[in-house]
């Protein structure tokens, strides 16, 4: 037996607000809104669904588990996030890979990664 991915869930105090920032930077349609408790996103850059899972008391700190997206861009890719909300926790890497840790509106951290 083996286990397939189907679905990565945040937590978060307000899943339709944070859906719907997330459907628009990654192009992704809200396909599920079930009352506002569990939002769920599929197609555009996804392979995978992506759900907002609305909690009333987020685990605080560090994520365990983030987001690492690619762009082909990087530089302008967080330019662009940033314009839309995001906020730059910082620039990683080398020369060989570079990537950016940036934080949602609510605070849950990812990784944008230079394409090739």
Same mark, same amino acid.
């Given at each position: @037996?083996?286990?397939?991915? !189907?679905m990565v /869930?945040?937590? /978060? /105090?307000?899943a #339709? ?7 628009? *930077? ?5 396909? *599920? ?6 939002v769920?996103? =599929? !197609? !555009?850059?996804?392979? #995978? @669904?992506?759900?907002?899972q ?13 987001l690492? %997206? ?5 530089d ?11 906020? %730059? ?8 890979f570079?990537?950016?840790? %940036?934080?949602?509106? *609510?605070?849950? =951290?990812?990784?944008?990664? *230079?394409?090739?």
């Amino acid at each position: @037996m083996t286990l397939t991915l !189907g679905m990565v /869930t945040i937590d /978060t /105090t307000d899943a #339709v607000e944070l859906a719907g920032w997330w459907a628009e *930077q990654t192009g992704a349609a809200i396909t *599920q809104e079930n009352d506002g408790w569990f939002v769920v996103l =599929e !197609g !555009g850059g996804l392979p #995978v @669904m992506l759900s907002f899972q609305k909690v009333d008391d987020p685990t605080a700190g560090k994520n365990r588990i983030h987001l690492d %997206l690619g762009a082909d861009d990087l530089d302008a890719e967080v330019d662009r996030l940033l314009a839309a909300g995001a906020t %730059l926790i910082g620039h990683r890497g080398d020369e060989a890979f570079r990537w950016a840790t %940036l934080a949602d509106p *609510q605070g849950n =951290e990812f990784d944008v990664a *230079q394409h090739g």
